[in-house]
Structures are given as C-alpha cells and as structure tokens.
T-cell receptor, first 116, second 115 residues
Framework: GAGVSQSPSNKVTEKGKDVELRCDPISGHTALYWYRQRLGQGLEFLIYFQGNSAPDKSGLPSDRFSAERTGESVSTLTIQRTQQEDSAVYLC??????????????FGEGSWLTVV | GDSVTQMEGPVTLSEEAFLTINCTYT??????LFWYVQYPGEGLQLLLK?????DKGSNKGFEATYRKETTSFHLEKGSVQVSDSAVYFCALSDRRGSTLGRLYFGRGTQLTVWP
C-alpha cells in the first residue's frame, strides 16, 4: 500500500481480555517498529524488527506483550490479559534498512486501545 | 541512556508570530536528530532531520540546527500559520549497532495558532 496501515483503528476491550493489533508496513521496508503513546505522554519504544535479525524486544513493558512479524511483511502486536494501564495509541512504523545516517521512518495512524 | 527533553506545552500563538520549540538530548555518540509532526486526526510525519553536527534541517518554513556543543535541536519558524497547529515531537535515532535505528521521542509539544 501507499502507507503504513494499522488495524483496528479503534478497539475497546474488557480488562483481562487479549487483543491483537495488526500492522502492514510499506512494501519493501525491512525495518518495522512498534511504539506506544499514552495520553499526554511521549512515544515509548516497544519492539523493532529488522529483516531476519532477532528483534529488539527491549521496550516491551511486560511478558503480557509480544509481537511477531512474518518475513518482511505484516506484524502483529498481542497484549494478553489487558489492564487499564494498557490503554494507549499503539503506533507502527516502517523504513528501509537502517543505516548510520538514518532512513526516514513512516508511521501509521495508530490503533487506539481502550481497556475498560 | 539516550533521551530527549522538549519544551512543555501547550504553546499558543497568533498567526505570523515567531515560533521556537526547545529540544535537548542526551546520547552516547552522535545520533541523528528529527522533528516529527502530528496534525489532528493524522499519523506522525517526518518534518525535518539532521544527521551530523551543524547540519540544518528545513521543511515548510521550519528549521532546526544540530548543535553538538549545547546538545540541542530547537525547532523554529519565522511566521506561523493556523495550519501549523499540531503536536510536534523531537526525536533522536541511535547510531550504535545493537540499537541502530531505534527512535527516542520527547513528550510532544502542542502548538495552537489563532488567526
């Protein structure tokens, strides 16, 4: 597609339920990122995929959070046993392979998650 | 660790006023620096970037200069427009091998421009 596509755009879920958020990166982009943005806060890094390398999971806040990516395409972020503090916008971004000078990273519009 | 601190908002200006949004960073080594903008109802977009000291990024009348001596990357615009109303995020990209490409963001600064 023309840009990074995320679904669902909005999700309301009950505390304790699992949710899956999907990201379709720009075609040809080998790098894919997940960030979280809580209300009034900056963006928190969650996880980074780069080609076939092991992902950088250092930003995942707990073992309830996991993410997968199939090859260089779609990624799914899964949150198990959701808690109210998980309510946030989850942003996906992609870019061509990162270099020392930095390639432009393109963001999707985000998935708004509300845990009630 | 690497981090970005940017000016707290919100910032409210009249059209044609001068804008400065301060951003300072802490990093090991020499990161790349970015300003992203998020217009109402839209995703984050890259506004400008600079990859080495003394570089100036510019776009849509906005400018920011990479100042290594003051570890700053302040965003400026000489004459803002109503259409510039958005949230602005300063960010840095780590250049170290193990975390290459990871972006660290500031908290964002809400700008509102009145006609």
């Amino acid at each position: 597609g023309a840009g990074v596509s995320q679904s669902p755009s909005n999700k309301v879920t009950e505390k304790g339920k699992d949710v899956e958020l999907r990201c379709d990166p720009i075609s040809g982009h080998t790098a894919l990122y997940w960030y979280r943005q809580r209300l009034g806060q900056g963006l928190e890094f969650l996880i980074y995929f780069q080609g076939n390398s092991a992902p950088d999971k250092s930003g995942l806040p707990s073992d309830r959070f996991s993410a997968e990516r199939t090859g260089e395409s779609v990624s799914t972020l899964t949150i198990q046993r959701t808690q109210q503090e998980d309510s946030a916008v989850y942003l996906c971004a992609s870019s061509f392979a990162q270099t020392l000078s930095g390639n432009t990273i393109y963001f999707g519009e985000g998935s708004w998650l509300t845990v009630v | 660790g690497d981090s970005v601190t940017q000016m707290e908002g919100p910032v409210t200006l009249s059209e044609e006023a001068f804008l400065t949004i301060n951003c300072t960073y802490t990093a090991t080594g020499y990161p790349s620096l970015f300003w992203y903008v998020q217009y109402p109802g839209e995703g984050l977009q890259l506004l400008l970037k600079a990859t080495k000291a003394d570089d100036k990024g510019s776009n849509k009348g906005f400018e920011a200069t990479y100042r290594k001596e003051t570890t700053s990357f302040h965003l400026e615009k000489g004459s803002v427009q109503v259409s510039d109303s958005a949230v602005y995020f300063c960010a840095l990209s780590d250049r170290r091998g193990s975390t290459l490409g990871r972006l660290y963001f500031g908290r964002g600064t809400q700008l509102t421009v009145w006609p």
